[in-house]
């Protein structure tokens, strides 16, 4: 079935430092991927999403690449700052289209201090 | 973006009983609710899909029975745990998603059943 692994946190950096956060992903077809993040209290946001191959999404100075040949759709940052902190759940949707549930990776917690 | 509210944030009940947990749609109309609950330093795991009035597709391993959802309205989705455990304790959390590929989460419901 579909899944996705993400590495274990939690990840402590200092501010300004460079942030990967691995997501590798088992899909049949072509699924669409997310990351989500979660601050303290809140509830879960979209980041960035990319629904093809050798998409890029990107926000707030995050990027994520969809690589197919890799299944995997990491995320990264330049310079993280400590309002980063929060934890980044990696997702797949197998199908694009609305309605379809989201199945997710365990979650990685960051901590970015100043 | 838009909101998703839960109701309540926490909740604290005796074995035995039964909790029901409310999730709204603030500001659209959500054709489909999703339910997820998440275990500590786990995945948000899905429960059940619900579409305004119908009946919930609920995943392999999850009892109809007792968790019971209601989607009765484009903004109301209601989950109820039913003669709840100690094994029910959990962090539950709802999406909606509208006809766009986006889900937007609600910040979730901490149940623990003494």
């Known amino acids: 079935g579909n899944s996705v692994t993400q590495m274990e946190g939690p990840v402590t950096l200092s501010e300004e430092a460079f942030l990967t956060i691995n997501c590798t992903y088992t899909?049949?077809?072509?699924?669409?991927l997310f990351w989500y993040v979660q601050y303290p209290g809140e509830g879960l946001q979209l980041l960035l999403k990319?629904?093809?191959?050798?998409d890029k999404g990107s926000n707030k100075g995050f990027e994520a690449t969809y690589r197919k040949e890799t299944t995997s759709f990491h995320l990264e940052k330049g310079s993280v700052q400590v309002s980063d902190s929060a934890v980044y759940f990696c997702?797949?949707?197998?199908?694009?289209?609305?309605?379809?549930?989201?199945?997710f990776g365990k979650g990685t917690t960051l901590s970015v201090s100043s | 973006g838009a909101v998703v509210s839960q109701h309540p944030s926490r909740v604290i009940c005796k074995s035995g009983t039964s909790v029901k947990i409310e999730c709204r749609s603030l500001?659209?109309?959500?054709?489909?609710m999703f339910w997820y609950r998440q275990f500590p330093k786990q995945s948000l795991m899905l429960m059940a899909t619900s579409n305004e009035g119908s009946k919930a597709t609920y995943e392999q391993g999850v009892e109809k029975d007792k968790f019971l959802i209601n989607h009765a309205s484009l903004t109301l989705s209601t989950l109820t745990v039913t003669s709840a455990h100690p094994e029910d304790s959990s962090f539950y959390i709802c999406?909606?998603?509208?006809?766009?590929?986006?889900?937007?989460f609600g910040p979730g419901t901490r149940l623990t059943v003494l």
């Open positions: 899909a049949t077809g072509y699924p669409s």
């Open positions: 990319a629904t093809k191959a050798d």
């Open positions: 500001d659209f109309q959500a054709t489909t």
């Open positions: 999406s909606a998603s509208n006809s766009g590929l986006e889900q937007f």
């Open positions: 997702a797949l949707s197998d199908r694009v289209q609305a309605g379809t549930a989201l199945i």
